[in-house]
């Protein structure tokens, strides 16, 4: 119980909102990475690439010091993902 209570009382509100935020731009672009890989756009490919290494490592170093970090996470990554697959359908 005791370290549950330590996870909760070193989880922070910002944090957790700039984790998830990240996670909505890192699967945003990791959707946007395979559509430019299928089109073989390198430039555009290792750009995207690029930009979602440096932000995952945000993530990770945030939710390996907390694992209560993983829940804005995933959500972000659902938002993410969810955002960019629904824009590519319309488009269509």
């Known amino acids: 119980m005791e370290k549950i209570f330590l996870l909760y009382s070193g989880f ?4 957790a909102l700039g984790v998830m935020l990240s996670y909505v731009i890192i699967d945003g672009l990791y959707a946007r990475y395979t559509l430019e890989v299928v089109a073989l756009k390198p430039f555009k490919s290792a750009t995207i ?4 290494h440096f932000l995952l490592a945000y993530g990770v170093i945030n939710y390996t010091e907390n694992w209560l970090y993983i829940f804005p996470l995933v959500i972000g990554s659902w ?3 969810y955002f960019i697959v629904k824009c590519e359908k319309n488009k269509r």
Do not use: L, P, R, S
């Open 79 to 81: 938002i993410g993902t």
């Open 12 to 15: 922070n509100w910002f944090i």
């Open 49 to 52: 690439g690029a930009g979602m």
